[in-house]
């Protein structure tokens, strides 16, 4: 690496070295889906995922039965983490490397996007038509998983969100019922804060818990069809609605409903805060009881949850998908839409434990995780809006971030939030 | 091979040395190998991607454009690259100096008449061995505002209005994620130093003490001048060191509250893996990399120039 | 100018057993008063540690229904044999042990090798050589890990330990040549031409004096170069997929969820996965303390 590096010459061999070892078309953007071709077909599949230890023994012991029928040999690699974690990163270099698996899940939204995009991902609209999954998985999460109109995965789950608290503090501050409308929660709050209890647990590290605060408010002030058109875009964000979703937001901060110091707060921290009786309640999804509660070993009356009081006609929920891509150079792409289809089969839902399935007949067991089963219910009422964070690009999301950072600090007005955020949405639709 | 040293130690040193050729083919022989690995799994890799700083690619599509310098203008207007860079100064600045003097202090106290010092040399050391996965949790559950050791400490000694949610405003972000940086990278310039305080001869110290030197004045005129290759060696791999600070602070506050604990390393990181912003992202590489090697010029020289003496 | 002769004698105290033997030479007071200082700085620098421990021996239920922070109402040594179950750690100990053995010696000798050359061979481009090697120190990971990514798959060598060698070699070249060509400066070149007046070549004077005269400087750098290897994730999180090539770093992270974590399996895994590096350093400290007092007697 010294200056001689720096020369012409060295440039132009650089650059033709990079083009070759990428296996890129040299320079302009063109050719690169003409030139894809499919490896051809074997008998042996790598699929990689994200399962953590609690599930991927399931996940194995499916795919082996499949195996067996298919006469197949499909290996199943995990790197368990959250979607901030390592799984993206390791998927991408695997991709870009010529290795990739055969078959990977990945969250729905924005963070599946650029495998749709960059055309890593195989249009799976042959499939949908050939195995009918368009009649059987819900039909919103298929929704958050195509991209410019071309489906590009097979969503398995749908988290909902919504509230999950601590039974014993909401009797201490006398609140017997869940409030129905956004006034009822303002007012549990006052009264959960007057007998010593910290109301909602969230924490602003990484910006996505603390958004579920924020998006609720918006969905409670915008309502359904303003805010699907503000997430894309299609709105201004400099509006009253929008403001006031702000102020809200705010109001939250300063009148100590949500814990001193929340920005700085670990998800992974406080989330579980109503499991400990620290704060009264959270905002997620039902993966809640099976990551805290029961191992908690407290019983399952000791919680509750319900859907958040939008004051809407239709009340909504945050939700988000994960599903399943093929590599798009596959060569064994119809025998992994066998195995997807295999898997999204209620049974194989079941077997798997998944507690908020895309299909129907894989409901949670109400003996076993009787508040997950709650959800199932509602879901059948409340459809979902996508989660903020999978609705923006993660650039934008994080812009957003900090939006919620300096108005929670104090450094910006309702007002010029709402104004950032036009800036920061229109830039990424004109993009 | 004590006898060997105590001979070498009695050679008369010779103060000046002959000018002479180059070391020739033997001297590639013993290069050959390191300097093939390192071309090999570093320098060309890194040159391969310095391409991808001159073009829009994603960091997935099979195509991309090329952009010319656009990448570079735009590092130049990035408000959250100025910020980074201000964090980065900062941070060099204090996670250089702090470890280090701490370092030496703590070397000369266990150097003086101190029990334990295994023990204590381990002490010091720990967290420099830690993964920093649960370095993140620890200082975390530290900070917590409400529940934490450390507003429970200041508390407790009845200084309340300085308990503060650390990590959770812009104004003590840094600083407090610059705590567990002193932490950790306090055992490496202790133990250094540690050596390098063995290494200097009593009886220095002795003719100190007749000239009627106090402990100060020793530590001042024999000491710091004794140390100085170790200060060489300490400075350059912690500048280095504080210089690339990322995976700290992308554990502690992912760069929070908002941007406002970014440095060049996780800005970097932000744009080529989350944000598909390849092209830009190694252009920000390629800036850490250009600064560094003009920082590291004088050490290098003075490296290589007493060497050619 | 130059002496090495009190690099090789080791610091009495270094090789005293520990706490429990008393220094009779000095006088108890001054000693006593320093040692006052010194453990109280010491008990404030461990204690975030003992936070970990604490978590590693109290069940996951109570971790989770009384927060991180209480007290624990219940302790258990089980979360250790869930750990090495849930870590792999009998195959990601096995990894890591093979790769530190290989890799460590090995890039400690090809950069011994260089530093030489640099410091005592007058090898042309001296400077240039020493202002990259200087740059590998600087340049991101992050950066090279597609481009390596390829190359090692076009030699079919991902998911293999033998592929970390490379990268783990070349990454550890900058640091390791640093400071070793340091050390090597201080040897007197006299016993060197002394050497060559009695017909020894290069090779030869490497390895017969060279090398002896800077073992302790060699295990230094070995050791800090162990400590990076055993720890590093980014690589081996890019390079390796099934359970049975994993390194320890890797199978840390079986202990994340997607929703929350098993802090207390983690605690324990931790714990598991650093203790032989400390039992190491520990039994060493005395090497690392002689070692490098070599690079800092040029007084």
């Known amino acids: 690496m010294t200056g001689n590096a720096f020369t012409r010459r060295g440039f132009l061999g650089l650059s033709a070295s990079a083009a070759a070892a990428f296996g890129l078309a040299a320079c302009t953007g063109t050719g690169g889906a003409s030139t894809q071709n499919s490896a051809p077909a074997t008998k042996d599949m790598r699929m990689f995922t994200y399962e953590g230890d609690e599930t991927i023994g399931l996940l194995k012991t499916q795919v082996k039965n499949w195996d067996a029928t298919a006469d197949m040999t499909t290996t199943v690699d995990s790197l368990p983490g959250s979607g901030a974690a390592q799984y993206p990163d390791k998927l991408r270099t695997e991709l870009l490397g010529g290795k990739g698996p055969d078959l990977w899940r990945i969250w729905g939204g924005q963070i599946g996007s650029p495998f749709a995009t960059a055309k890593q991902a195989a249009d799976l609209a042959p499939y949908y038509e050939k195995f009918g999954w368009g009649d059987r998985i819900n039909e919103n999460a298929v929704a958050g998983m195509t991209f410019d109109g071309v489906k590009s995965g097979v969503p398995f789950l749908v988290a909902a969100v919504g509230a999950w608290t601590n039974q014993e503090l909401f009797a201490k501050a006398k609140i017997d019922n869940p409030p129905t409308s956004y006034a009822e929660l303002e007012e549990a709050n006052d009264r959960l804060l007057a007998a010593g209890i910290t109301p909602l647990g969230t924490g602003g590290k990484y910006g996505w818990h603390i958004m579920r605060l924020f998006e609720y408010l918006l969905e409670s002030t915008a309502g359904p069809e303003l805010h699907d058109k503000l997430l894309v875009g299609a709105e201004s964000w400099d509006r009253p609605e929008v403001v006031e979703a702000f102020t809200r937001f705010k109001k939250w901060q300063d009148k100590k409903w949500i814990p001193e110091g929340a920005l700085g707060l670990d998800p992974s921290d406080i989330e579980p805060a109503f499991v400990q009786g620290k704060t009264a309640y959270t905002i997620a999804g039902t993966w809640v009881e099976a990551a805290f509660i029961v191992p908690s070993k407290k019983p399952a009356s000791d919680f509750s949850t319900f859907l958040l009081p939008t004051d809407q006609s239709v009340v909504r929920h945050s939700g988000f998908v994960e599903g399943y891509m093929i590599n798009a150079n596959s060569g064994n792409k119809d025998k992994a839409a066998e195995l997807i289809d295999f898997i999204v089969k209620p049974e194989t839902q079941k077997a798997l434990q998944n507690t908020s399935s895309t299909v129907t007949g894989a409901e949670p067991e109400k003996s076993k995780l009787p508040l997950s089963a709650e959800w199932a219910e509602i879901n059948k009422t409340s459809p979902f809006y996508t989660i903020q964070d999978q609705a923006f690009p993660k650039k934008q999301a994080d812009q957003y971030f900090t939006v919620q950072s300096d108005i929670l600090q104090g450094k910006i007005t309702p007002a010029e939030s709402a104004k950032q955020m036009q800036e920061i949405i229109s830039a990424w639709v004109q993009k | 091979m004590t006898a060997l040293t105590t001979a070498l130690a009695r050679t008369e040193p010779v103060a000046w040395r002959k000018p002479k050729r180059h070391g020739g083919l033997s001297a590639w022989l013993f290069a050959v190998p390191a300097l093939a690995v390192y071309v090999v799994f570093l320098v060309y890799p890194a040159l391969t991607s310095l391409w991808f700083s001159f073009t829009d690619w994603d960091g997935l599509s099979p195509t991309y454009n090329v952009v010319g310098l656009d990448n570079y203008a735009a590092v130049v207007q990035d408000p959250v690259v100025a910020t980074a860079a201000k964090n980065n100064l900062v941070w060099t600045v204090v996670t250089l100096t702090v470890p280090v003097v701490m370092g030496l202090a703590l070397a000369i106290l266990l150097n003086g008449k101190v029990r334990g010092k295994p023990i204590l040399r381990l002490i010091f050391y720990t967290p420099a061995v830690l993964p920093l996965v649960s370095i993140a949790s620890i200082w975390g559950w530290l900070y917590n505002p409400q529940y934490g050791a450390i507003n429970e400490f200041l508390r407790l000694i009845g200084l309340d209005a300085l308990a503060q949610p650390w990590l959770g405003q812009d104004s003590t972000a840094l600083a407090a994620v610059m705590v567990p940086a002193i932490w950790l990278r306090t055992g490496f310039p202790m133990l250094l130093y540690l050596a390098a305080l063995q290494g200097i001869p009593k009886e220095l110290y002795e003719a100190a003490t007749v000239d009627g030197a106090t402990r100060w004045q020793q530590f001042l005129f024999v000491t710091m001048p004794s140390l100085k290759p170790a200060h060489y060696i300490v400075i350059a791999l912690s500048l280095i060191d504080s210089f690339k600070v990322f995976d700290l602070i992308y554990a502690m506050t992912y760069g929070g509250p908002g941007t406002t604990t970014q440095v060049m390393g996780t800005w970097m990181y932000a744009n080529v893996f989350q944000y598909y912003n390849a092209g830009y992202g190694t252009a920000i590489a390629v800036v850490i990399t250009v600064v560094a090697i003009v920082v590291s010029i004088p050490y290098v020289l003075s490296q290589t120039r007493e060497h050619s003496r | ?299």
């Open chain 3, 1 to 299: 100018m130059t002496s090495i002769a009190p690099v090789a004698a080791l610091p009495e105290a270094v090789v005293s057993t520990g706490p429990a033997a008393p220094d009779t030479k000095k006088p108890a007071k001054g000693g006593l008063v320093t040692t006052a200082i010194v453990a109280v700085v010491a008990l404030v620098w461990i204690a975030p540690l003992a936070l970990l421990v604490v978590t590693a021996v109290r069940p996951l239920s109570d971790f989770i229904s009384t927060g991180p922070l209480a007290w624990p109402k219940d302790f258990t040594l089980s979360n250790f044999a869930d750990a090495w179950r849930i870590g792999n750690f009998a195959s990601t100990y096995r990894n890591s042990l093979i790769l530190v053995l290989l890799k460590v010696p090995l890039g400690v000798l090809i950069s011994a090798m260089l530093a030489f050359a640099l410091a005592k061979l007058r090898i042309r481009f001296g400077r240039v050589i020493m202002f990259s090697v200087f740059l590998g120190l600087t340049i991101p990971i992050y950066i090279t890990i597609v481009p390596i990514f390829i190359m090692l798959r076009t030699a079919g060598a991902t998911d293999s330990l033998i592929g970390l060698m490379g990268p783990y070699l070349a990454f550890g070249i900058p640091f390791e040549v640093l400071v070793l060509q340091s050390f090597f400066r201080q040897v007197p070149d006299e016993i060197i031409e002394a050497a060559k007046i009695d017909g020894a070549n290069s090779w030869r004077i490497f390895f017969t004096i060279m090398l002896p005269l800077s073992a302790p400087a060699l295990v230094t750098v070995g050791i800090l170069d162990a400590v990076s290897t055993w720890n590093e994730l980014l690589f081996a999180l890019i390079l390796l997929n099934s359970d049975n090539s994993k390194t320890i770093p890797v199978g840390l992270l079986n202990f994340q969820g997607q929703f929350a974590n098993n802090n207390t399996g983690l605690a324990a895994g931790i714990l598991i996965a650093v203790v032989p590096i400390l039992i190491a350093y520990t039994l060493l400290q005395r090497y690392i303390v002689g070692g490098l007092t070599a690079g800092a007697t040029k007084g």
